[in-house]
């Protein structure tokens, strides 16, 4: 949409909420859901911005969520994902932390032409890595199989083999 200039109270935002609908044409009915970032002036009962929205259209059941990332920050908090987490650390090290491994595991991905050209890294400074991790070693779990078998190094991928 736009960036707020001056204030950012709760009447600010929700007249540009307003402005951008208008601007960019979209029917307040199209609207079925809004997310917000859990900041006080969002989120309270009254006076804020869901308070508005629902007072200016109560006939439109909007449903509100809380902001997307958030979200998997609260189900990673919520799920035990380390034993997972340790498993797939360890075989993204096992690949990327020899250096002839890692040429030779890049090379096999360019031979199968694989969509992907390398595994990511996890860090945990960058609590997102940890999803992105797991969806590129899944994306690649048959590569890194018939990798390892190739070389004869069963033992490093027998987590991508438990179907548990």
Not at 55 to 61: A, T
Not at 65 to 74: F, M, P, R, S, Y
Not at 118 to 137: I, N, P, Q
Request: proline letters at 2%; glycine letters at 4%; one cysteine or more.
């Amino acid at each position: 949409m736009r960036s707020l200039k001056g204030t950012t109270k709760v009447c600010d935002i929700f007249r540009e909420f307003q402005e951008g609908l208008l601007t960019l044409k979209v029917p307040i009915t199209n609207i079925c859901n809004i997310t917000t970032d859990g900041a006080p002036n969002m989120t309270g009962k009254c006076s804020v911005f869901l308070g508005l929205f629902n007072q200016n259209y109560p006939w439109n059941n909007v449903v509100f969520l809380h902001c997307v990332i958030h979200q998997d920050a609260l189900c990673k908090s919520a799920l035990d994902m380390k034993p997972v987490l340790d498993a797939v650390v360890k075989l993204v090290n096992t690949i990327r932390s020899r250096w002839l491994t890692h040429r030779q595991f890049r090379d096999f991905l360019q031979s199968v032409q694989s969509e992907y050209s390398d595994v990511l890294y996890y860090t945990k400074v960058r609590w997102l890595s940890a999803g992105c991790v797991f969806e590129r070693v899944w994306q690649l779990k048959d590569a890194i199989l018939s990798f390892f078998h190739e070389k004869q190094c069963s033992a490093e991928c027998e987590m991508l083999e438990d179907t548990e």
